[in-house]
């Protein structure tokens, strides 16, 4: 089991930046990838953002290419999403989520097992 829990979340202006931080606990030892996700009101749970074990595959939705950027530090089991020039759009509850790794494998298309209670993101106009 990979305990994983947000924080980084609040209300912003449009424009501003935030960074959400991931902090993985528990079964922690085999390689694993890591992702963010977003639910906006009345709308299904989307892929943002994801990234490999060694950080050298990432993956991004097309609403946030260059605007947002993953990153993860290994030695904390903590991985990071910071979110540039942020639109009101962008408004949902963030989710960050965990994986086994399977080499070659692109972060965007993995069934994630673990996930966090959320954090709330709210960018006002």
């Known amino acids: 089991q990979v305990q994983l829990v947000e924080s980084g979340g609040g209300l912003v202006q449009a424009g501003d930046s935030l960074r959400l931080s991931c902090a993985a606990s528990g079964r922690t030892s085999n390689n694993y990838v890591m992702g963010w996700f977003r639910r906006a009101p009345g709308k299904e749970r989307?892929?943002?953002?994801?990234?490999?074990?060694?950080?050298?595959?990432?993956?991004?939705?097309?609403?946030?290419?260059?605007?947002?950027?993953?990153?993860r530090d290994n030695a904390k089991n903590t991985a990071y999403l910071q979110m540039n020039s942020l639109k009101p759009e962008d408004t949902a509850v963030y989710y960050c989520a965990a994986t086994g790794e399977i080499l070659g494998r692109g972060p965007a298309t993995y069934d994630y097992d673990y996930w966090g209670q959320g954090t709330q993101v709210t960018v006002s106009s």
């Open 46 to 71: 989307e892929f943002v953002a994801g990234i490999s074990w060694s950080g050298r595959r990432i993956d991004y939705a097309d609403s946030v290419k260059g605007r947002f950027t993953i990153s």
